[in-house]
């Protein structure tokens, strides 16, 4: 079974960043396509940004140019570098891991780490 642990979330003013980090308790984290999730009150979960087993990046439109997501095999983490931060990014961020497989795939996810932008 695969453990996701997300840290580096916390309270941060309007226009700060944050780093987050997401460790994976596998053998087999480059099998994984890796990606960060969000949710905020009365909203919907969305995906924030995805990053694939060779290195490919997908972002939502609302982060493109602030968010970058990258990974370290060797260290079996994944990261979020959110710059510019707005209150419009408050949520409770969600790392994500899929498997893919011949027929379908397989999500497994973290417990989620608070991110709040506020003055």
């Known amino acids: 079974q695969v453990q996701l642990v997300e840290s580096g979330g916390g309270l941060v003013q309007p226009g700060g960043s944050l780093r987050l980090s997401c460790v994976a308790s596998?053998?087999?984290?480059?099998?994984?396509?890796m990606g960060w999730y969000r949710q905020a009150p009365g909203k919907q979960r969305e995906l924030v940004a995805a990053?694939?087993?060779?290195?490919?990046?997908n972002y939502a439109d609302s982060v493109k140019g602030r968010f970058t997501i990258s990974r370290d095999n060797a260290k079996n983490t994944v990261y979020l570098q959110m710059n510019s931060l707005n209150p419009e990014d408050t949520a409770v961020y969600y790392c994500?891991?899929?498997?893919?497989?011949?027929?379908?795939?397989?999500?497994?996810w973290g417990q989620g780490t608070q991110v709040t932008v506020s003055s």
């Open positions: 994500n891991a899929h498997r893919v497989l011949a027929h379908g795939g397989y999500d497994y």
């Open positions: 990053i694939g087993s060779g290195g490919s990046t």
């Open positions: 596998t053998n087999i984290f480059t099998i994984f396509v």
